[in-house]
T-cell receptor, first 114, second 113 residues
Framework: AQSVTQPDIHITVSEGASLELRCNYS??????LFWYVQSPGQGLQLLLK??????LVQGIKGFEAEFKRSQSSFNLRKPSVHWSDAAEYFC????????????FGTGTRLKVLA | DAGVTQSPTHLIKTRGQHVTLRCSPI?????VSWYQQVLGQGPQFIFQ???????GRGNFPDRFSARQFPNYSSELNVNALLLGDSALYLC????????????FGSGTQLSVL
């Protein structure tokens, strides 16, 4: 079955600390991979995407993610978190056959301590 | 350029009523998808439309329907509303139907009382 797992429902970090949000997926082939961020009551903003090629991808706002095929993972990282990064983060798989759709994880809510 | 626009932003309905949500894609985008996001969950795929034809449907009951117009805008209709239909409904547009970024609107928050 196709699925995306974000094991951490909530994460709290101090401002300036490093961040890693975990994402594991189950899919029959190498999917398209995305990270989105959502502020309360808002839509989804794309942080970064992986389609192919270099497994370390850079995104907006200083975020990066690494695709590890052997671990079926696509973890999101940021070396130094800012208070404005507090939001909910969603990992998503874009299907590569049949109807093109995103399969989202349940999200990780990030809280940043001043 | 305008992004994906959705209307209304908020809506309150009672059980059994019908609702229509609207979406205008980014100019030049021919595909529109609809997602339902229940509080505390990730968005769930409802429909994809491309060139006015349904290209895919998620695991939702027949009470949910949609259509796409010649200008590529789209409507999502939900009949016989249930309390469980309360959610943020997100519309996303893309240029085509595969392997591309989806651009999301800010959503319509539907509350069913």
């Amino acid at each position: 079955a196709q699925s995306v797992t974000q094991p951490d429902i909530h994460i709290t970090v101090s401002e300036g600390a490093s961040l890693e949000l975990r994402c594991n997926y189950s899919y029959g082939a190498t999917p398209y991979l995305f990270w989105y961020v959502q502020s309360p009551g808002q839509g989804l903003q794309l942080l970064l995407k992986y389609f192919s090629g270099d497994t370390l991808v850079q995104g907006i706002k200083g975020f990066e993610a690494e695709f590890k095929r052997s671990q079926s993972s696509f973890n999101l990282r940021k070396p130094s978190v800012h208070w404005s990064d507090a939001a909910e983060y969603f990992c998503a798989v874009g299907t590569t056959s049949g109807t093109y759709k995103y399969i989202f994880g349940t999200g990780t809510r990030l809280k940043v301590l001043a | 350029d305008a992004g994906v626009t959705q209307s209304p932003t908020h809506l309150i309905k009672t059980r059994g009523q019908h609702v229509t949500l609207r979406c205008s894609p980014i100019s030049g985008h021919k595909s529109v998808s609809w997602y339902q996001q229940v509080l505390g969950q990730g968005p769930q795929f409802i429909f994809q439309y491309y060139e006015k034809e349904e290209r895919g449907r998620g695991n939702f009951p027949d009470r949910f329907s949609a259509r796409q117009f010649p200008n590529y805008s789209s409507e999502l209709n939900v009949n016989a509303l249930l309390l469980g239909d309360s959610a943020l409904y997100l519309c996303a547009s893309s240029i085509g139907t595969g392997g591309e970024k989806l651009f999301f609107g800010s959503g319509t928050q539907l509350s069913v009382l």
